[in-house]
Every structure is written in structure tokens, then in C-alpha cells.
């Protein structure tokens, strides 16, 4: 694209520089000069041409062979369209992606603080432990402030409590007086999916007196356009009511924008245009959003407030890849101080046995070696004192659970980053066993030129060509928001049957499928253990071995026995790739699966 946008750039030049020649000959020419008239119309036919590099066969173009440009002043007959074209002439200069119309307002308060966290908690009725732990944070309302962390730790109750949906159970959280704030929550997109009015209705209804006109309009800076405008909620894709519900919160004029997870749903466009905007647009003003989305935190965020080992941490003026960058150089720091660490003490202990060798034949000196060489090893790895000075174990006493332990009062000392090392640490895998084929090894589901069209639609929803997957591949399907993906997904799986054409699967074919929606499936009032256990009566599986299974899926023990209802987003997809495995699915069709 940029090399194209240049070569349209010196394209524009060069037709530009005809242009100005043209108009001097026809000036020339106007005062009589007959050569002057003919090169006017050579440079016309030229300025025509230009753009136009190959004929079809290959050979340059000759406006005596192939005409010129049709709708060129002295166009003849447009024999030229079987030409080959420049990539810079064929540039759209109406390729735009659709923008979002958010104005957020300056400061509420003056320019001071817009958001003070006072230690908050939050402990939901019947909980044995609090969902969020937090520490003294303000806000100046100048941070675009990306919330990151790990499935389940509180991001989204974070969320909550800042808006005001949760009140915390200890500490407090403080606004301005007052303030205009616009929240899009996860599932804000899922709730419209029940709603059967049109976009252009559903803003009607939310600001009163606005004309049809003005609405699609505001609508179409949002990317819902034309047909998807007057479509029922209920038709569209999850990225086109995505979209919807940031429209119906920009009509609240933010003073505070709260995202969860924005990107879900958004196509590659969208999502490129979102991290834009935010990083332009909203300067000086708060953004605060949940994301797992890596590389969009990295690219909108000024401000980090991460969630780790049940602890929250707020880093300022920094974006996610420098402080991942100083997490790697620090864990490579610590790593190359825990071996030094390890070392050391593995020399220590190679004295003492040497030392109490030397005591067993006798040497007085030698025990006393191999002692004071015990509480050194005992204490290697404590670098100061909680005073600041150095550790001694005449003062201090050596560590808790040393051979030669006394009382154990080094503990409110200061331990070195090498020995705080959790050599635990682990990142939770996904446990799928993907079946081998179903059919022989031939194709496992065919697509033979199927359309697909909505009852009451006036154009297809899908047009495919021939395509058939024999289950050895990994396909991305990719494309912009309303194109007709999940409709292909629901076509693969059998979940809806083409108009025109044909689909075909393997008669054994056992397909693990994973929906946007994925929560509709799931039984919210049950346990994760019950509801997998309901739902594979025949896997043989007991409690414990269910447990294993969404372990094996990073979901912790604690939540296992809790009502899926009061899962995270992230914990209940879990628990469906958990049941997506003990179907034990051939194919995997997975429709947004890092939602």
C-alpha cells in the first residue's frame, strides 16, 4: 500500500505536468500556432493514456492501436480496457474504513484528579475470598490506561466498580461530581443479538428527534451502513453490533470512556482504526480499557494497571512492550542470580561435607568450620536486614527451616530477587486431542458452490466457490465485519443449509465447535464439574477426573465448584473448549475463539 500510495503520488505529478503542458500549446495554439494545436492533441492523448502500462498481450500501449482512457476528452472507443493498468492507477481513492464518532470532553474537575481508587475490595455474597484487591491509584484523566491480566482476576469487577455498577465492599472509589461516562461492557454486543429492531430504529428510540437522515449518517461513522442499517439486530454480526453499541454510547458525550474488551468481534480494519483513533483523538482525556489484545494494548496504552498473583500493580507512562521488555531483562537478571545463587550454596555444602569428614577423624577446628558453615548456608540468599544493614546470625538468627535455626528472626528481613524466585510459575495450556480422520482420509466436508440467503433477505448472505477440507489444515477465515465468516462457519458445521449449491460432510464426522455466543450453550446455574458431567454422561469420567480435565484448560480448583454464572468471560470459554475436548472432534471450527 505505501508503495502504491508513492507511485500514485508521482502519478498524480506526472499527469499534473501534462496538464500545464497542454494548456501552454492550447495557448500557443490560440494565437496561431498550428504545431502547437498538434502537440496539445498528442499530449492530450498521452495525459488520456497515462497510467495504462501493458496492453494485454504485453506490448506497450499505442493510442493508434488501443484508443485512449474512455472518458478521456478524445476518447475514440475505449479499446483500451484490456489493458493491464498500473497498480497506482488503479487506486481507489474511496477505500475508507469505517471510523468511530467518539468526541470525549475535556476535564471535569479543572485539570485535578478524575479518578481516585482508595483501596477498594470487592467480596461477593458467599464468597470465601474477595474478587478485587486494590491499592491507592489516581487518575488524572491525561491516561489512556490499558487493564491487563490473566482470565478471572478481576479485571472486569475493576470495571465495575469504577462506573459505579459494584459498590466495593471495603474502601472506596472517587469521581468527579457527577460525570458523563460511557461504558461498553462484553457483553453489551450479545444483549443486542435478542433485539429485532433495525440500528437506525435502535437510535432512534435512544435520542429522541433526531430524522433518519442525521442517524444513518452518525451510524455510518460507526461502519454500519446500507443494508446492515435497516437490518434486525438479531441478523447482524457480532462485529456489526460491536460497532451499534459504541454508537449508542457515543451519544452520551464521555467525559470517562470505559472499554471491555473492545476488540471482540471487530475485524482487522476496525480494530486498527479503534487503536488510531483512541491514541489520537482521545489525548488528554481517560480512556481505561480491558484488553487481551496484545498488540492493540501495546499501541493505544500510556498507562499500565496490571493483575498479578492476586496483587495489582499501576505503572505510569508506560506501554505493555516496555514493560514486558523490563520483565524479560529482569527475569533474565533474577535467572542469572538464582544460578549464581544455586552455586554458591552447592559450594557451601561441598565445604561442610568436606569439613564434617575432616570432624569425624577428629579435627576440633574442623566442626567449627562445618557449623559456621551450616548458618552461612542457612542465611545465603538474605541481602539485608529490615534496617537496611547487613544480615548477621548473631543478631538475626539464621532462616526458618535451616538445619541450625534458632528463633526464626531473619523473616522481617529483605530477601534477594534470586531468592524469591517461584520456580512454579506456569502458564496454563489447552488440553485438545483432535481425532485423526473420520472418513478414510479423504475430505471431510465439501463445498460445493453453496449460497445462502436469509428468509426475507433481498441478496445472499454467502457465495462460495468449490472448497474441501480433508482436515489436515488450518485455515484462517478472514475478512471485514458482515462479510458472511460466521455464516461460513455455520454452513461447515451443518447448522444451517445452503440455498443454491451443496455441503457435504463425512457420514462419522465429529466437529468441535466453539460460537461467538458460546455462553447461549452453557447451563448457568450448574458448576462447571456438573454441567460437563451432565453433558457426558457416557465419557467415564468422576468429579476428579472432570477437575483434571478443566485444569488442563487453566481453570483453577477454586472455581470449579462455583456457579458457572459467576465465571469471567474468559473462565466460561474455558469451561466450553473443555467440552469442545470431550467430544473428541475430528475438526475444530472455532468462530472468534480469542474473544
Known sequence: EIKVKQQAETLEKKKAALADQIKACQAAAGKGSESAGRRAASLAKKLGRTGLEKTQDGKKFT???????????????????????????????DRTVAGFGFQVQGSAGGGGMQIELRSPRVRYPGASEDALVCGEIGLSGQERVAIV????????????????????????????????????????????????????????????GQNDGSIRQFLG????????????????????????????EALKDPQILVLDEPTNHLDVNAIVWLQRYLKERYAGDAVLFVTHDREFADAVCTDIILF????????????LGDWEQTQQDTEIKVK???????????????????CQAAAGKGSESAGRRAASLAKKLGRTGLEKTQDGKKFTAQKHGVRQGAANNNDGGWKNGKMTAAALVNPDRT????????????GGGGMQIELRSPRVRYPGA???????????????????IVGPNGAGKSTLMNLLAGDIEPTAGDSRRSQKLRIGRYAQHFVDVLTLDVTPVHYLLEKFPDSGYRVEQMRAKLGKFGLSGHHHMQP???????????????????????ILLLDEPTN
Open 63 to 93: 493510442a493508434q492501436k488501443h484508443g485512449v482512457r474512455q472518458g478521456a476528452a478524445n476518447n475514440n472507443d475505449g479499446g483500451w480496457k484490456n489493458g493491464k493498468m498500473t497498480a497506482a492507477a488503479l487506486v481507489n481513492p
Open 149 to 208: 491480566g490473566p482470565n478471572g482476576a478481576g479485571k472486569s469487577t475493576l470495571i465495575k466498580v469504577i462506573v459505579g455498577e459494584i459498590e466495593p465492599t471495603a474502601g472506596e472509589v472517587r469521581l468527579p461530581s457527577r460525570p458523563r461516562v460511557a461504558y461498553l461492557p462484553q457483553i453489551s454486543a450479545d444483549e443486542l443479538k435478542q433485539d429485532e429492531r433495525t440500528p437506525v430504529r435502535k437510535l432512534s428510540d435512544a435520542k429522541a
Open 221 to 248: 461513522r460507526f461502519g454500519v451502513r446500507g443494508a446492515s442499517a435497516v437490518r434486525p439486530l438479531s441478523q447482524l454480526s457480532g462485529g456489526q453490533r460491536v460497532r451499534l453499541a459504541m454508537a449508542i
Open 308 to 319: 498479578a498473583n492476586q496483587k495489582l500493580q499501576y505503572f505510569n507512562n508506560t506501554t
Open 336 to 354: 542469572q542470580q538464582a544460578e549464581t545463587l544455586e552455586k554458591k550454596k552447592a559450594a557451601l555444602a561441598d565445604q561442610i561435607k568436606a
Open 427 to 438: 502458564v496454563a495450556g489447552f488440553g485438545f486431542q483432535v481425532q485423526g480422520s473420520a
Open 458 to 476: 433481498s441478496e445472499d448472505a454467502l457465495v462460495c466457490g468449490e472448497i474441501g477440507l480433508s482436515g489436515q489444515e488450518r485455515v484462517a
Open 564 to 586: 458457572i454464572v459467576k465465571l469471567s468471560g474468559g473462565q466460561k470459554a474455558r469451561v466450553v473448549f473443555a467440552a469442545i475436548s470431550l467430544s473428541r472432534p475430528h
